[in-house]
């Protein structure tokens, strides 16, 4: 599998060749249609009362101090509190749930057949180390990453210079490789296919 250089490779998000990108994309996808559902009522409520004839305190008896009736401060009272509540239960459940994918894609324990691969950032280019017990079996290439199908892979993200950000949107999220330190993640590919990465970072 070539990770990085085909051209005609695919380098979408939405098009994803393993579980830790189907993962990223429903999450996205199901954020996507709530927020879509929320300004589809917002918009709703605002016309409504745009479409009344009287609109606010104009549709009901003025008293002396031309303030709304008690019922009326009630009734707004009621209906912003309920805004309130809904809005603080909706942004702490996407809260739970991105956490939740953010868990299911980091790193699990991994099993015995993982391949741990090492991929160091360069002002331009990738250096990937393909990591052995034995080591006359330790391969290096450059801005090309190989991987079985179905297997999990271990990525020992580093960089040598400035940070740097491993992306493969096909295969998973993205990851900072942050100079003197090593960051952890895995992939793995459910089909046989071509899936371009970058360096999302100006680097």
């Known amino acids: 599998m070539n990770a990085f250089p085909a051209l005609l490779a695919s380098q979408s998000a939405l ?7 189907s993962r990223i994309l429903n999450l996205g996808e199901g954020m996507v249609f709530l927020l879509a559902l929320i300004f589809v009522a917002v918009m709703i409520m605002s016309v409504i009362p745009l479409m009344r004839r009287h609109r606010g305190i104009d549709q009901e008896p003025l008293e002396r101090t031309h303030h709304p009736s008690e019922a009326t401060e009630r009734k707004l009272t009621i209906v912003v509190g309920s805004a309130v509540g809904a809005t603080v ?23 015995s057949n993982a391949i741990t691969v090492e991929v160091t950032g360069n002002q331009w280019w990738w250096n990937v180390r393909y990591m052995n017990d034995d080591a006359s079996k ?14 999990p892979i271990v990525i020992r993200g580093m960089s040598n210079d400035v940070i740097h950000s491993f992306w493969i949107p096909g295969l998973q ?6 100079p003197s330190r090593v960051n952890t993640e895995w992939i793995q590919a459910d089909h046989p296919g071509r899936f371009r990465g970058q360096c999302a970072e100006f680097c």
Do not use: Y
């Open 138 to 151: 330790i391969v290096v290439t450059a801005n090309e990453l190989h991987i079985p199908v179905g297997r």
């Open 89 to 111: 239960i909706i942004l702490l459940g996407l809260v739970v749930v991105s956490v939740m994918v953010g868990k299911s894609i980091s790193m699990p324990a991994m099993p």
């Open 15 to 21: 098009e994803p060749g393993g579980a830790n990108a």
């Open 173 to 178: 999220g993205k990851r900072d490789l942050i």
